[in-house]
């Protein structure tokens, strides 16, 4: 099983940019494919970013695309979520999540597709 660990949260003026960091331990061995969600206080989680295991099909929520880019290093398990332009409606707990990558799948936009998630790291984007 592999477990997952975000960091790079913070906080952040409306206008800047942060790379969440997702850090992949464990049995690394298996091809994963890790989604970035996030939550704000009384909504549900929602979809980001998702990244294949071989890194070359990523999918944006709309509300992101244009100025967030997912990206992985697997020799060193990592995944990064680079988020520019940030605004106060950025502002939730990011979470990294993992599902094992299967032939020809891209890479599910559902939570509920998700079954490894971390922690979470807090994003505060003032106005």
């Known amino acids: 099983q592999v477990q997952l660990g975000e960091s790079g949260g913070g906080l952040v003026q409306a206008g800047g940019s942060l790379t969440l960091l997702c850090a992949a331990s464990g049995r690394t061995s298996s091809n994963y494919i890790i989604g970035w969600f996030r939550q704000a206080p009384g909504k549900e989680r929602e979809f980001v970013a998702a990244?294949?295991?071989?890194?070359?099909?990523?999918r944006y929520a709309n509300s992101v695309t244009g100025r967030s880019t997912i990206s992985r290093d697997n020799a060193k398990n990592m995944v990064y979520l680079r988020m520019d332009n940030l605004v106060p409606e950025d502002t939730a707990i990011y979470y990294c999540?993992?599902?094992?990558?299967?032939?020809?799948?891209?890479?599910?936009?559902?939570?509920?597709?998700?079954?490894?998630w971390g922690q979470g790291t807090q994003v505060t984007v003032s106005s």
């Open positions: 990244i294949s295991w071989g890194g070359g099909t990523t």
């Open positions: 999540a993992a599902v094992r990558q299967r032939l020809g799948w891209d890479p599910p936009l559902s939570r509920h597709d998700y079954d490894i």
